[in-house]
């Protein structure tokens, strides 16, 4: 079984940065693809951004792109999201998610899920 933790949100205003890092552990991957998604009151889950294993693929949805940045440190099965420019609109509740592909795109398929961690920007 694999374990994802996500940490690192919080409350901030709007313009401000904050960067959530996921951490994974049990079940040890070959060679995973990591995403984020978000989740807003009353909204689906949409893609937020997603980075294979090598790092050397990276993908973001045109709301975040410019603003926010995934990174991976694979000796710390870890992966981090960098949020540049917060807009009231980037409220949500955040995810992880991991693939067992080392290259996924934002359809997935995903194969484990973090339980989330709040983000709320203020305006």
């Known amino acids: 079984q694999v374990q994802l933790v996500e940490s690192g949100g919080g409350l901030v205003q709007a313009g401000d940065s904050l960067r959530l890092s996921c951490s994974a552990s049990?079940?040890?991957?070959?060679?995973?693809?990591l995403g984020w998604f978000r989740q807003a009151p009353g909204k689906e889950r949409e893609f937020v951004a997603v980075?294979?294993?090598?790092?050397?693929?990276?993908y973001y949805s045109d709301s975040v792109k410019g603003r926010f940045t995934i990174s991976r440190d694979n000796d710390k099965n870890t992966v981090y999201l960098q949020m540049n420019s917060l807009k009231p609109e980037d409220t949500a509740v955040y995810y992880c998610?991991?693939?067992?592909?080392?290259?996924?795109?934002?359809?997935?398929?995903?194969?484990?899920w973090g339980q989330g961690t709040q983000v709320t920007v203020s305006s």
């Open positions: 998610a991991a693939s067992d592909r080392p290259v996924v795109g934002p359809q997935g398929p995903y194969d484990y």
């Open positions: 980075i294979s294993w090598s790092g050397g693929s990276r």
């Open positions: 049990g079940r040890t991957f070959s060679r995973p693809g």
